[in-house]
């Protein structure tokens, strides 16, 4: 509900009111479980939101102060014409109002909270929240072009995006620097999550209609490759008894001999119920399809939407930054092989007489759906990619849906 929600207003405040259902919801699921480390990290994620939410609140109640509207499409209307004594702070706003959304979206240095949350949070809850960061990068994609677009002025034009592109990058290295150190596949699967939001904050602040649709491909697929790796991840630390491995080594908020995390939601399940479907070859054919998918290898549709996301930064008119982010984004490819790649070993190779847990049928069913929509959006590419180039026009192009808003509005070409 919150997700739709959010989707589908038009107006800022209550933009407010489904993003604190959204994150109410969260806050829950966050902290459905049991242990120290869950309830620690799911706290620090309530804290830091709530803090996103209060700057969220401010930048509105600054852009309401200045314009007299929270209307998006009259936002877009009004916006070229803010009085020259007052635009100042009508940018403040604006600027404290992309900060929430930035901590949502987890750009550095506002997104230290991400990975250990996520690392910490039920492998389905993990998973959904994979989705649930991408909302704020939506929020900006959406708000960014409509409101600060080529049509707000030259005083209002493009305001913030170059801060978007070099925070993007600043995200990306921050990730693989992250991705690299960890020894944790929740934490992995987190600091993919976080390479994922730099590659979008970078490409949607450039601003090109053909990036922003490779941009759109991109992050649908990184959102079905990062939900399915987290689902795989808890099933392969599921067994984590063995305070020795490397990819469930404790973390100092974590108390040795805890029951792990993923154990305690099926401690209760009746046995009869398990099934066991060769969990080896699931696993390490999930495994490996989520790495291929996340470093954007061929054939797998990761490659195509990369390709889609970089080919357009090549053209010359191309905004600055976008070949340093160009180069950012193939070091994180390889660099996301080189981690999974160790991890896998690690998992698969190292330890012959490693026991893998059980698979029980659902969370089979679950990973087959989302590493299957790769699959699918791999083989029935034209059709999607299509929908998208459309998407991305018609945010670049906002007139036809502030006319559709505000039929009489005035200076608006329908």
Known sequence: MGLNGAFLTGDLFNLFVFFEVLLAASYGLALHGSGARRVSAGLHYITINLTASMLFLIGVSLIFGVTGTLNMAALAELIPHVPERTR???????????????????????GFWLPRTYAAAAPAVAAMFALMTKVGIYVLLRLGLLLFGDGAGPASAHFGSDWMVWGGMAT???????????????????YNVVISAGTLLGAIGLQQPRVTAGALAYLVISTLAIAAFFLIAGL??????????DTLSLEPYEQAGETPANESLYAQEDESRVVILAPIAMLGLGFSACAVLLAGLPPLAGFLAKFALLAPMLDGGARGGASVLFVLIIVAGLC??????????????????RIFPKVRLTESVSIAVLLGLCLLLTIWVERPLQYLRDTAAQLH?????????????????P
């Open 88 to 110: 100042a702070l009508l940018h403040a706003g604006a600027a404290i109002l992309g900060v929430a959304f930035l901590i949502k979206t987890a750009m550095w240095p506002l």
């Open 172 to 190: 990306l290295v921050a990730g693989i620097v992250g991705m690299l150190g960890a020894r944790e596949l929740g934490k992995l699967a987190g």
């Open 336 to 353: 996301t092989v080189i981690a999974l790649c160790r991890a896998g070993i690690q998992i698969f190779w190292v330890e012959p007489e």
């Open 397 to 413: 192009a906002p007139g036809n849906y502030i006319h559709a808003v505000l039929p009489d509005a005035a200076g608006v070409a």
């Open 236 to 245: 392969l630390a599921s067994d984590g008894d063995d305070e020795t491995d």
